[in-house]
């Protein structure tokens, strides 16, 4: 499984653009990423996931370089409830989802 | 509304005595995962069921055990809980990759206190 390292932690104003940049250096070609948010006593919640380029949805865009080795997820004009952790995760795609967590980033928005 | 359920919500139990956590799922998912997760830490897999097949991470302790008597239930069983076992215990589930399953959903967790 590839490792991945993400920065501790992170302090936003409410209403800027949050960019959390991932790297996983080891991923596999058949690998995909997928990032979760954490609330405290909450279990993960699934944000994103892609294998290459950009992807978009309706709370966050993620951005993979074409080395795939490093992705950002991106969060647009975030809130006072954005408030959590964020993990980046590679997914190996051999028929099931075995993933391991890294450290997440715990992400602050301040008012 | 489809979801992930885990029963209890909050479990206390003492030292040595064995402990059983519940998850069920409405979602029809093949996958089924335990997390373990202490205070301000990652979530760590302790091992899942692909259908009924058992998989254990080589790191789990023996004193944790699973089962799955159905594509619906899963349990997990603490046979004899010690102190540093204390944590948040997460019960998830995805449909294999094959079906495009790359997303896992997961309960909203037991948190366990061994006294």
């Known amino acids: 499984l590839a490792k991945t390292t993400q920065p501790i932690s992170m302090d936003s104003y409410e209403g800027q653009e949050v960019n959390i940049t991932c790297s996983h250096n080891?991923?596999?070609?058949?690998?995909?990423i997928t990032w979760y948010q954490q609330f405290p006593s909450q279990g993960p919640r699934f944000i994103i996931q892609g294998y290459k380029t950009k992807v978009t949805n309706e709370v966050a865009s993620l951005f993979i370089p074409a080395d795939r080795k490093s992705s950002t997820l991106s969060l647009p004009r975030v809130s006072l409830s954005d408030t959590a952790v964020y993990y980046c995760l590679v997914v190996d795609s051999g028929g099931y989802q075995k993933v391991t967590f890294g450290t997440g980033t715990k992400l602050q928005v301040i008012p | 509304d489809a979801m992930v359920i885990q029963n209890p919500r909050y479990q206390v139990t003492q030292f040595g005595k064995p402990v059983t956590l519940s998850c069920s799922q409405t979602?029809?998912?093949?996958?089924m995962y335990w997390y373990q997760q202490k205070s301000s830490q990652a979530p760590k897999l302790l091992f899942h069921?692909?259908?009924?097949?058992?998989?254990n991470e080589a790191d789990t302790p023996d004193n944790f055990q699973s089962r799955r008597p159905n594509t619906s239930f899963c349990f997990l069983d603490i046979r004899s809980p010690g102190l540093g076992d204390a944590a948040m215990y997460l019960c998830?589930?995805?449909?294999?990759?094959?079906?495009?399953?790359?997303?896992?959903?997961f309960g909203p967790g037991t948190r366990l206190t061994v006294t």
């Open positions: 080891n991923i596999a070609t058949n690998d995909y």
């Open positions: 998830a589930t995805s449909r294999d990759l094959a079906t495009g399953g790359y997303e896992q959903y």
């Open positions: 069921y692909y259908d009924k097949d058992f998989n």
């Open positions: 979602l029809n998912h093949n996958v």
